[in-house]
């Protein structure tokens, strides 16, 4: 059978008025699980960097006291406050582990799950960028204490400049990846 | 522009728009649906900058999609997708189950045209105008009147051999 032109444009058109298209769940689940994974760890070594490097600078603190003029009150304010944010950094450490237990492993608890942990890493990122300004004055005032208020200052800015850009770099990077996970399981909420 | 701004064109784009992608598509490759997809997005994507209004925006996607499609067969389809948007709209795939086995045939059809050919046939079956076509694909309007009735006459040609689902 012939079918002239405006038959074919007929069969063209009718495409318009059916879904074209539908979600490949098949690589949506493997996307999201691989997604989450490389957040999972991403997450653990983070933790366990920000826990070892406090709580080694703490101890080292301490032990060397830095300045070296009879007792300096400053210094051990700044270690136990280190030592503070080890423990604060532990028990949010369980509470994420013990939390994660509630996600199941179908793909909206895997992108659950990864939405949890990317809005944890901002949580963390933003707790240890702004620590350092209080960490930073009392660092300040123990070089005051010390007579050597500028050389610290000086070293004080310069390193803390760099671990407050350096964290907030994270901080970003962790904020726009909770937006795309947010706008993927609008996405999903709608489409599927 | 900011990227946000960027990427809320593109999802609204793509929200709207996205059949159009499909069949563009779907002319162009048979088996790398997928990948062609990405780039046609991707360039999409970059175009956004650059989209200043004075045409439809229907006609500015089938503009990027047709040339992305048309290098894509020309270049072994070896381009680079190391760069990727990380969007839903990537996992979408062909709705099987709604083909019409006639449109199955047309776009099988539509495939065996030449590079440049297959572009004009979907934008005659899209009803674009001659001077639309010119433009888009950077032939005069005359050659592009040629080559629609010659396509016409090859497809109501090859109609006859169609005998299934009328």
């Known amino acids: 059978m012939i079918m002239e032109f405006n038959e074919l444009k007929e069969v063209w058109d009718a495409q318009d008025s059916k879904p074209l298209y539908q979600i490949d769940k098949n690589v949506l689940q493997v996307r999201i699980a691989n997604k989450m994974d490389t957040l999972l760890h991403f997450t653990s070594i983070s933790e366990w960097t920000l826990i070892l490097i406090n709580f080694i600078t703490a101890i080292v603190m301490i032990l060397l006291h830095p300045f070296r003029t009879g007792v300096n009150l400053f210094i051990y304010l700044e270690a136990v406050w280190m030592i503070g944010i080890v423990v604060y950094l532990v028990i949010s450490c369980i509470q994420r582990i013990k939390a994660s237990r509630r996600f199941d492993r179908s793909v909206a608890g895997d992108l659950d799950h990864t939405l949890f942990l990317a809005r944890y890493q901002v949580r963390i990122a933003q707790i240890i960028r702004w620590n350092f300004l209080p960490m930073g004055v009392i660092l300040i005032l123990s070089g005051w204490e010390a007579g050597k208020l500028v050389s610290v200052s000086t070293v004080i800015l310069l390193s803390f400049s760099l671990a407050f850009y350096v964290t907030t770099k994270g901080y970003q990077v962790n904020r726009k990846r909770v937006a795309e996970l947010q706008a993927l399981k609008e996405k999903l909420e709608t489409e599927m | ?166």
């Open chain 2, 1 to 166: 522009m900011s990227e946000k701004e960027q990427r809320e064109i593109l999802e609204e784009w793509l929200k709207l728009h996205k059949g159009l992608l499909f069949k563009v598509v779907r002319a162009y490759t048979m088996q790398d649906h997928d990948d062609l997809f990405q780039e046609i997005i991707l360039q999409v994507w970059h175009s956004i900058p650059r989209f200043r209004g004075e045409s439809a925006v229907t006609t500015w996607l089938y503009r990027i999609a047709l040339n992305t499609a048309i290098r894509w067969v020309k270049k072994g389809k070896k381009f680079s997708t190391a760069e990727s948007l990380d969007n839903v709209q990537h996992l979408l795939q062909e709705n099987r189950i709604a083909v019409d086995e006639r449109l199955t045939w047309l776009y099988a059809e539509i495939y065996k045209l030449d590079k440049i050919d297959r572009s004009v046939t979907l934008l005659l079956l899209e009803g674009f105008s001659y001077k639309e076509m010119s433009a888009m694909l950077g032939i005069s309007e005359s050659n592009v009147g040629v080559k629609i009735n010659r396509i016409k006459k090859q497809l109501i040609a090859k109609s006859k051999n169609y005998d299934h689902g009328i």
